[in-house]
Nanobody, 124 residues
Framework: QLQASGGGLVQAGGSLRLSCAAS????????MGWFRQAPGKEREFVAA????????YYEDSVRGRFTISRDNAKNTVYLQMDSLKPEDTALYYC???????????????????WGQGTQVTVSS
């Protein structure tokens, strides 16, 4: 089970830190990802991290502004979002893939478990 939190309303240029807490003893083996979905649009990839945290990958529009990280001791993955833009406004979801093989995953269908989403709204 995944529980996302940390969303809110922020002005353009501001920052937010999303958290995704996972239950279960095998979290450290899961590849994790963040996705987002704006109204009327499909869910899109934002960032991914391997089970060890040694590799990360970002969607082009957030690279350099967002940072994904994880703390396996706390069963939590984070998404630090800086220099936010109005186009970042969306419902943000965390996702987990159980058998990851040390790889990064970037599509919705690659993931086994999803959190409930946390709303991020960036005002101009």
């Amino acid at each position: 089970q995944l529980q996302a939190s940390g969303g809110g309303l922020v002005q353009a240029g501001g920052s937010l830190r999303l958290s995704c807490a996972a239950s279960g003893r095998t979290f450290s083996r899961y590849a994790m990802g963040w996705f987002r979905q704006a109204p009327g649009k499909e869910r899109e990839f934002v960032a991914a991290i391997t089970w060890s945290g040694s590799m990360t990958y970002y969607e082009d529009s957030v690279r350099g502004r967002f940072t994904i990280s994880r703390d396996n001791a706390k069963n939590t993955v984070y998404l630090q979002m800086d220099s936010l833009k109005p186009e970042d406004t969306a419902l943000y979801y965390c996702a987990a893939r159980e058998y990851s093989g040390g790889y990064l995953y970037r599509t919705v269908g690659d993931y086994d478990y999803w959190g409930q989403g946390t709303q991020v709204t960036v005002s101009s």
